[in-house]
């Protein structure tokens, strides 16, 4: 970073200007009511940050228990003013967090008392702004648990630990400032201070364990086309995507700039690189489309497979039949059953899957089943309808009373044409939604005689089945099209491929 010159203001019948330090530090050498601390804050392009808070706080200070003593905003010209009121000789610390980026700066100050001789009455310290990094924290290696507070010691930075997070096996701690870090305090069913010894940089990541920091092995970024903004305008609760990582990395733990850990399922492994599936926790292409991935070698991993509203891809499942990549069914093949998997759950439950069916497969069939979940005579099917090509959906409730049929729902759109097409359903309650290649071709509510429970077993393929499946996943919880309509925007073959960065 470059360091500024800080400068004391000498007031003493004249203005003097003599440099202080090329450190971050400011001295002030009286400690009168009065006594002021101004400057201007900058980003790193020199610019000036209007609307910065600037907090001046003890050097131990942790926001979820201690008192800031002062506290002010930047004007429209990022400048500062703060009367230090009587502080009492020490050393102190003044952070620096914008408002409206995730900018921050951390800056140390001394105060000292001169022989009593009034010979100053204002310090000027400015501020570079810089990115702030994220620091993931191992709960095992610090005995932390659901409800404690960790926070970094001289900073502004606190987190509860949450249920998620002891999935994860990780607490984010997020908005870091560049600084060297020598405790964290723990608040909770017991208190603690952990000694550490990290020296964070700027706009990075990094992993905290008894072992010690480290940084980010690799930093994976990309930009999604800004088609997508208009296609899905708003937030979206989890997505899933494929991403390759090098085998260097052998127990890959990613997080996303946001400072949420990513959970991933290995898929299929080459000699040189690994197919891994992951799950953004969100995306908001209103704020950005740009995404970024923190990739560690962690022995922590989150508890992806326990995650049913995330979830689950075919290629991972433990069942017969199971295989790396995409699937040909040949006609006689024996289908793929997976038991004991919960499939509907509380009337909900998506299905995305990408299929390839030939215009000359099935023509003497009038029903040829891709997917099929049914117990006690309640259920879906997912069904290829004969000589039309077209797949079709059908609910079963109450004695195999058909709900909806093929006809009514996705008798229109023809699949079975030789090419690659993605297929999803979600139904939600009483609702159900049906896409072909990110486009809702069907989005309508139904009545259940009965309504859904809970089917447990699922089975992929027909006897007759003459066609490919990839990428098959189940997604438990509430997946509305925008959520399906993401899935297929980042497993097309035009995707936009992860190039690795500096930060």
């Known amino acids: ?41 900058v980003t790193a392009s020199g610019e000036s940050s209007a609307h910065t808070s600037v907090y001046v706080v003890s050097n ?43 900018l921050v700066a951390k800056e140390e100050l001394a105060i000292e008392t001169s022989d009593g001789t009034v010979n100053a009455d204002t310090l000027t310290l400015n501020a570079e702004l810089q990115r702030s990094s994220e620091i993931a924290v191992s709960l095992a290696d610090y005995a932390l648990s659901a409800g404690d507070t960790l926070c970094i010691n001289g900073t502004l930075v606190c987190k509860t630990v949450t249920e998620e997070d002891v999935q994860n096996g990780v607490v984010v701690l997020t908005s870091v400032p560049e600084a060297a870090y020598t405790s964290l305090s723990s608040f909770g069913n017991s208190e603690m201070t952990i000694t550490v010894n990290m020296e964070i940089g700027d706009g990075s990541a990094y992993a905290l364990s008894s072992a010690g920091a480290s940084k980010a092995q690799m930093i994976l970024s990309r930009t999604l086309p800004d088609s997508l903004q208009s296609k899905i305008q708003v937030y ?84 017969e039949g199971v295989w790396a990549g995409a699937k040909a069914y040949a006609a006689g093949d024996k289908p793929d059953t997976v038991k004991a998997f919960p499939v509907i759950v509380d009337g909900k439950f998506a299905v995305s899957f990408w299929t390839k069916i030939e215009k ?12 099929t979940a049914m117990q006690d005579s309640l259920g879906i099917v997912i069904r290829q309808n004969g000589s039309s090509k077209n797949l079709g959906v059908e609910l079963f409730v109450d004695s195999d009373t058909l709900v909806i049929s093929d006809t009514t729902v996705y008798g229109s759109s023809k699949i079975a044409d030789g090419n690659w097409h993605h297929y999803a359903v979600s139904i939600n309650g009483d609702h159900i939604t049906i896409l072909k290649d990110g486009k809702v071709i069907r ?57 690795e960065v500096d930060g």
């Not at 470059?2 to 009286?30: D, P, R």
């Open 443 to 499: 989005n309508t509510d139904f009545k259940l005689a009965g309504g859904f429970g809970n089917v447990e077993n699922f089975i992929l393929g027909d006897s007759r089945l003459e066609g490919t499946l990839d990428e098959f996943k189940i997604l438990g919880g509430t997946q509305d099209s925008n959520s399906l309509r993401l899935i297929y925007e980042l497993e097309r073959n035009d995707q936009i491929p992860w190039a």
């Open 360 to 371: 000359s497969a099935f023509e003497g069939d009038s029903s040829i089943a891709i997917f």
């Open 60 to 102: 131990s200070y942790t926001a979820a228990r201690d008192s800031i003593l002062f506290e002010t905003t930047t004007d429209a010209n990022g400048n500062f003013q703060i009367d230090l009121q009587n502080l009492a000789d020490g050393e102190y610390t003044v952070l620096f967090e914008s408002a409206e980026t995730n």
């Open 236 to 319: 979206v609760d989890s997505a899933t995507f494929p991403i390759w990582i090098s085998n260097e990395v052998a127990s890959p733990l990613l997080m996303d700039d946001n400072g949420f850990v990513v959970p991933t399922e290995k898929v299929y492994s080459t000699a040189d690189s690994t197919l891994y599936w992951g799950v953004f926790p969100t995306v908001d292409l209103s704020a950005s489309t740009s995404q970024k991935l923190y990739i560690f070698n962690s022995e922590t991993q989150p508890k992806f497979s326990s995650r049913m509203r995330y979830g689950m891809h075919w290629d991972s499942l433990s069942a």
């Open 1 to 41: 970073m470059n360091l500024w010159t800080k400068y004391s203001m000498i007031a003493c019948g004249a203005f003097l200007f003599a440099a202080c330090s090329e450190q971050h530090a400011g001295v002030i050498s009286e400690t009168e009511s009065g006594k002021t601390l101004a400057g201007i804050v």
